[in-house]
């Protein structure tokens, strides 16, 4: 992983194979460091690497059963499917560490992670596929309301909610509502209260 971080050579020689070969890693080992290794992959500092984004996307399409624990969103409710095929909600999934190991938990946050980091600079074919198969917007802005989730949680579904539901698309405005909470007095120079 370390031979990777500043060396845009290797990085830019990146095979979808060898993504494949750490999937299969991941599958095996549930190891969340190769997660991590992924993110290094998609970005470095200020530098976006599209093309390794668009490999990740690629591989983990074609594995993505076998290596993500699925959630779903119904009736206000986040729920997780743990190894055991079980749903339970997500705040039970991250708190509950007699039921779930740390390992468990962290190797989620890390796949949370990777999704907005497939994501960030606007790759729109990562946003389609995370936005589809891997995260709506309610359930990751219900999970960021949660106070009873762990702040880890809470700031990658803060950064799913940006890269993958916000920033999507350039010169793409929002209808935005905007209410004047003062109005400036043009004689005095100065903005004074208006009805608020």
Not at 2 to 10: A, D, K, Q, R, T
Not at 62 to 86: A, H, L, W
Not at 123 to 140: D, G, M, Q
Not at 175 to 184: A, M, P, V
């Amino acid at each position: 992983q370390h031979i990777y971080v500043g060396n845009p050579e290797l990085i830019y020689n990146v095979t979808i194979d060898f993504i494949r070969e750490i999937f299969d890693i991941i599958r095996i080992t549930k190891n969340h460091q190769y997660i991590r290794f992924l993110r290094k992959l998609c970005r470095q500092g200020d530098d976006i690497y599209h093309f390794n984004q668009e490999k990740i996307v690629q591989a983990l399409s074609e594995c993505m059963d076998q290596v993500i624990y699925p959630t779903r969103f119904q009736t206000g409710v986040v729920s997780i499917r743990t190894p055991n095929k079980e749903w339970v909600t997500i705040e039970e999934f991250t708190f509950n560490t007699r039921k779930f190991p740390p390992d468990e938990v962290t190797y989620v946050w890390r796949f949370l992670q990777l999704y907005s980091d497939l994501c960030i600079g606007r790759n729109t074919n990562a946003i389609r596929f995370v936005e589809k198969e891997l995260v709506s917007f309610p359930e990751a802005f219900e999970s960021l309301k949660s106070v009873y989730l762990p702040s880890n949680y809470r700031g990658a579904y803060c950064n799913i909610i940006l890269h993958v539901h916000t920033n999507k698309f350039p010169r793409n405005p929002r209808d935005t509502n905007f209410k004047r909470i003062w109005e400036i007095n043009y004689r005095k120079g100065s903005p004074s209260f208006g009805d608020v």
